[in-house]
């Protein structure tokens, strides 16, 4: 039954779905932990669960860095998925502070495999725009989308990640 805002229902109307799939990854709103995620840091406890989220929902987290310095360290929250027939959609919010121009750098990032489990050759890797740089205290939206995927492949990573440079 559908109802307007008021509470009345609506008549003669027909709405068809398919559920094709139910929670991919096991976490991917970062509700109480991060676990479920494959967590690469250059020094580890530098990447930590937080609270604070874009609407403060109890059901929801964040990722957070507290410094990510030196030249080429990475940091990196990815989960591995079976089940690549697409459309693919990685997306989320983030907030850099930074005093150094252009890093770090984030993004997200899909990486095709052949085999399972996100194991044998890696087949294609698709990377959202980054961010780069202080985003002056706004929170900035980050988008990957993907129609479908290689057509031998059998599992995709996700992976939020975050290059520190020099900053």
Known sequence: TLEDDAGTAI????????LTATDLLANPNFD????????????PGGLLWSSNDLS???TSGSAEILTAAGSGGVWALSQCFAGVEGPFV?????TVESTVAGAPVVGVRLDFFAGAGCSGALLDST?????????????????LARSGSPEAALSVLMTVEVE???A
């Open 11 to 18: 008549t003669a109307f027909t709405r068809n779905f398919t």
């Open 32 to 43: 109480h932990d991060l676990a479920g995620w494959v967590v690469t840091e250059p020094v």
């Open 56 to 58: 403060s929902a109890p």
């Open 90 to 94: 990685a997306s989320g919010w983030t």
């Open 127 to 143: 990377l959202s725009p980054p961010v780069a740089g202080d985003t002056g205290g706004l929170r900035t939206y980050l988008q």
């Open 164 to 166: 520190g440079g020099a």
